[in-house]
């Protein structure tokens, strides 16, 4: 995290291990970094909770766009 964090200029806590990187739901699995991205078709924030049910242990997601106590697993 502490790469992606240099990358993005901004601090990240807590300090997880990441062992994948997608924006794709479909390939996100324990230990994944979600990038939810804004398509011309799809928006990536919409999938957010799905990635948290598969595994991502972390998101990356446009300011403002979602609250982390919105996301949960139940």
């Known amino acids: 995290m502490a790469k992606i964090s240099a990358l993005i200029g901004r601090e990240i806590t807590p300090d ?10 479909r390939l ?10 804004q ?7 919409n999938f957010i909770p799905d990635a ?3 595994g991502a242990v972390a998101v990356l997601a446009p300011k ?4 982390p106590d919105s996301v949960g697993t139940d």
């Open 52 to 54: 948290v049910k598969q």
């Open 16 to 25: 997880v291990e990441v062992t994948n990187v997608s924006s794709d739901t």
């Open 64 to 67: 403002g766009s979602v609250r």
């Open 39 to 45: 398509g011309n078709r799809v928006d990536g924030v």
């Open 28 to 37: 996100i699995k324990a230990g994944s970094l979600f990038i939810a991205m």
